[in-house]
């Protein structure tokens, strides 16, 4: 299948990347070459087929419940944006 | 001194003939006089390598010992480095210093390695050319009108030109073997796993793991006993007792069985690359080892399943980048999704941005089971060739990538042939099986040429045998680029 105008305008919304026309065209495009390159996977019979997640199957480890982390956050948010008495601001989301 | 392995300069720090400072100013005027050129490196910070060097000569007058204590080494600017502008050649990270240093860090500083500097990648590691960097694409010291291989073009550059005697780089689907093979250099990618992934900005999560770049497998093997190692920050880190790397280097191959996958050998394979690597070939069977005839008959889906596989994960961790607590944040918006979405264009290049639309569409409402479950059945099916292939044979050789190096743009229009540089070292990645390449000769054009070697799971100081009995038959490695 191939993507279209629409379909390349509700993934870059989802994807939360702003496009405009010119690059939505580019994007469909290129998008659909890649799409053309996998679609290579669909003739494949994988029934009975385990997926495989990791290369090497581990166990998820547990730790200790303890405090193991200082408190840094001066240094964290001396790299955000933008911060005010130790909250990092983003625009007003409720009235 | 340039030319000078890590073990030779680890001997001349020892008997006291030079010192970590002196070291590491020698490189820096080498840095500095070559960067302009090259573009391989993205930060250099005179103060603080030689603040990191003197303090490695301090411990040794304090009487420690250390295999590469005082050896310096640049990372790969994927690394976060404490102190150090990490920025993933990124736009969205062009002014993020680093908070905390990654366990591959830490490591290299345990060993008394100063860092000398941060080198270029393609943005995010996304790219097999390095000509996605925000902060312009790395020459290739053999012609500066090749791209230098990538992700790790930049560390690959740097040893190239001898500009540092090692680098940090990584790989997810071949951004260690392909600009080490492109720039006639030794690179090594570990079993998954090995190689801790805390601090190491993710691209794919699943596939992502870091290793050596240095001019030979020698230097490769002690730089895995500094990189390797056990870390419970990353959830899957391999808890294994710790190994010498360099504890096989010396074992003969008389008797070493090399698998010779057909796939590596068809059509799409550069008959000048094919010459070289059947020279080395023919090399292991003068040492010694003999060649097997095999096939790994779902390599050719390895491009595809890792077009959904890596974007996929690609897209969930780029998320993170929201313009909120690091990073870049858009000058102007209307509201917060305003915000988040001109952060996102205006802080991202273009080939992320394919990849996390690619990404975000194929883990999308209705596509999942197509592409992202299919994908993952067809990993277990390249997985199993290998585990197949590794039962007739010790390694498998065969190219690292099908040409030598192409010039700077020639790709660059077109995604999906960019894509096709990595077809011999996805499957790898794949797999989580360790792989290396190593420089075996030139192709027509006059740039090098690596001959890929795989093995099986944890079986890296094999591999590493397997390379320095070559480079004890061979110069290839020794050869470096003229006019720098």
Not at chain 2, 206 to 222: F, I, K, V
Not at chain 2, 294 to 302: G, W, Y
Not at chain 2, 320 to 344: F, I, K, S, W
Not at chain 2, 452 to 463: K, N, P, V
Request: glycine residues 8%.
């Amino acid at each position: 299948m191939s993507l279209s105008i629409d379909d390349i305008k509700r993934i870059a919304h989802l994807a939360r990347i702003r496009v405009d026309a010119e690059e939505t065209a580019r994007y469909q495009a290129q998008l659909n070459g890649i799409l053309g390159l996998i679609e290579q996977m669909q003739a494949v019979d994988t029934a009975g087929i385990e997926p495989m997640a990791h290369a090497r199957d581990v166990q998820q480890r547990l730790r200790e419940d303890a405090v193991t982390e200082t408190d840094r956050r001066e240094a964290f948010q001396a790299v955000a944006p933008q911060v005010e008495a130790g909250l990092y601001l983003v625009p007003k989301v409720i009235e | 001194m340039q030319h000078a392995s890590l073990k030779q300069l680890a001997t001349l720090l020892a008997d006291g003939k030079t010192s970590s400072v002196e070291l590491c100013q020698d490189y820096l005027d080498r840095i500095e006089r070559l960067n302009p050129q090259l573009n391989a490196f993205i930060s250099v910070d005179r103060a603080r390598t030689l603040a990191e060097a003197l303090a490695a000569d301090e411990r040794r007058a304090r009487g420690e010992t250390g295999p590469l204590l005082g050896v310096p080494i640049a990372h790969k600017d994927i690394f976060c480095a404490e102190g150090w502008r990490t920025t993933c050649g990124s736009k969205m990270l062009a002014n993020f210093v680093a908070p905390y240093d990654a366990h591959v860090i830490e490591r290299c500083k345990a060993a008394g390695m100063p860092c000398l500097g941060k080198t270029n990648m393609d943005e995010f590691a996304m790219g097999s050319s390095n000509e996605t960097s925000y902060f312009g694409p790395v020459k290739n010291p053999w012609d500066k009108r090749a791209v230098p291989g990538g992700s790790s073009g930049g560390s690959a550059a740097a040893v190239a030109a001898r500009m540092c005697p090692a680098a940090t780089g990584t790989d997810t689907g071949g951004s260690i073997r392909q600009p080490a093979a492109m720039t006639g250099i030794t690179g090594l990618k570990p079993t998954y796993g090995v190689v801790s992934r805390y601090g190491m900005i993710a691209f794919a999560s699943s596939l992502d793991q870091g290793g050596p770049m240095a001019p030979s497998a020698e230097d490769c093997a002690l730089l895995m006993n500094v990189l390797a190692g056990f870390d419970a920050r990353d959830s899957t880190s391999l808890e294994r007792e710790a190994e010498d790397y360099t504890r096989d280097l010396n074992q003969p191959l008389a008797g070493l069985r090399i698998g010779l996958p057909k796939e590596f050998f068809g059509a799409e394979l550069a008959a000048d690359v094919g010459r070289a690597v059947e020279a080395a070939i023919a090399e292991y069977r003068r040492l010694g080892a003999k060649t097997v005839e095999l096939s790994l008959p779902n390599t050719r889906l390895s491009v595809p399943v890792y077009y959904v596989l890596a974007p996929a994960e690609a897209s969930s961790n780029l998320s993170r980048y929201d313009g909120v607590r690091y990073g870049y944040r858009a000058p102007e918006y209307a509201d917060l999704t305003d915000m988040y979405e001109r952060t996102r264009a205006e802080g991202f290049g273009a080939e992320v941005k394919r990849r996390i639309m690619i990404g975000t569409y194929v883990l999308s409402h209705g596509y999942y089971d197509a592409y992202y479950l299919q994908a993952q059945k067809l990993r277990r099916l390249i997985a199993q060739d290998f585990a197949e292939a590794f039962r007739a044979c010790d390694v498998i050789m065969g190219p690292t990538a099908p040409t030598t190096a192409f010039d700077l743009g020639a790709k660059r229009a077109d995604p999906v042939q960019m894509y096709l540089s990595d077809i011999y070292t996805i499957a790898v990645n794949l797999a989580g099986l360790p792989g290396m390449s190593v420089p075996c000769g030139f192709g027509d054009d006059g740039r090098p040429v690596g001959l890929q070697i795989i093995g099986d799971y944890f079986s890296e100081a094999r591999m590493l045998n397997v390379a320095h009995q070559y480079q004890l038959a061979t110069d290839w490695h020794r050869r470096v680029p003229g006019g720098l």
